[in-house]
């Protein structure tokens, strides 16, 4: 076997010290999600590829359509008083240069 071919380094992985999961994920079809820390509060943020954005929305920052096919943001507040099922269905969607700007 050539030098450094089917041997791990570092030892085994049970060896290895834990890694954290990450904050943010990666959900089929080009959406990745996390959680975010603004001004007025926490969130849910998930980013929309263009193949995955089958709808039309108006951008709450600027009042402006984002068509169908266009890359986007979904957030909801992480913080809500009312529960996460109520924050998800205030869900809103966002261009990602007016997420950017607003927080």
Do not use: N
Request: glycine letters at 16%; aromatic letters at 8%; charged letters at 25%.
């Amino acid at each position: 076997m050539g030098k450094g071919k089917g041997r791990r380094r570092g030892g085994s992985k049970w060896q290895q010290e834990h890694r954290p999961l990450s904050t943010h994920s990666v959900m089929p079809g080009g959406i990745t999600s996390g959680r975010v820390k603004r001004r007025d509060g926490e969130y849910f943020v998930r980013h929309i590829s263009g193949a995955a954005a089958s709808k039309e929305y108006i951008c709450p920052g600027c009042g402006l359509r984002i068509g169908a096919g266009t890359a986007h943001v979904v957030a909801w507040r992480a913080d809500w008083i009312f529960g996460d099922d109520s924050a998800a269905s205030e869900r809103r969607h966002w261009h990602t240069h007016c997420w950017r700007i607003s927080g």
